[in-house]
């Protein structure tokens, strides 16, 4: 009668294992005889490997950063199906994938498989920075493949980005020896789609943060009595993306303002009689 046991591959080896067997029989009267066999099985380990990586170190609000994945098979097991789940922090809005499927906060590969042992998948995420929260954001991903036979196998892996709070600032002053720093005075940053407003304080410092690239214009808002000495009008500040990514912050836009009769007029009107007759 056939004689059935079952052994579980426990990955210590990988390859081609053999089995051995010997048989031996005894004989009443008679030598005792034997017989061997062997039978042979391919141990095979299933394993994944998911890699991430950023674009860019950071960026600025309405910037869109793209994330490159690459999940490969680093077992000798072909792996059917694999399945793919990136997580984008709250400060990154999703903006578009290859292939895959946006949910809240989730970019979803139902299955990027089959992979044979040692192949790779590519996969990207386009996500805008907006703005909703600053510093470090870090981005996750992870993989799971169903080989087989066998259990599932597991990777993940995290990029990460700064997402920058990029302002304007600068301050107001009396243009004279002391420099008195001038408070309660109305600053304009302004774009082609909308302006800020800040108000001086008592060192006469004003500041709007939360800007993004592109093109501003920073005014100041004269009050009356006062003439503005420098700038003669406005700032114009041209693609502060570059700037910031070559330079750094944007300071020191300064405005100096003398007590003057400046644009305030005042109109009188007299007449040369007191009384007039027809």
Known sequence: APLRFNAAIDGSVEGEVTNCVTAIGTAQGGPDVAANATASVLAEKADITV????????????????FTLTVTNSGSAVLPHVFVSDKLPFGLAYDSSAGG????????????????????????????????VYGNLTNRVDATAYPEYG???NSSATADM???????????YQHNATGQPLEGWTIIVSN?????T???DSDGYWQVCGLGGGN?????????????????GCYEVID???IIHNTGPVTGLDFYNDPGPGCNLTLTKTADKATARR
């Open 51 to 66: 890699t991430k990586t950023a674009d860019q170190e950071f960026g600025l609000r309405g910037e869109l950063i793209n």
């Open 101 to 132: 499927i946006s949910s809240g906060q989730y970019v979803n590969w139902t299955d990027v498989g089959p992979l044979a042992a040692g192949e790779s998948r590519n996969l990207w995420i386009k996500a805008e920075i907006d703005g909703s």
């Open 151 to 153: 259990d599932p196998v």
């Open 162 to 172: 700064e997402s920058r709070n990029i302002c304007l600032s600068g301050h107001k």
């Open 192 to 196: 082609e789609t909308r302006s800020w």
């Open 198 to 200: 800040n108000i001086t």
């Open 216 to 232: 501003y214009t920073v005014c100041e808002v004269n009050q009356p009595g006062w003439k503005q000495v420098y700038p003669e």
């Open 240 to 242: 502060l993306a570059a």
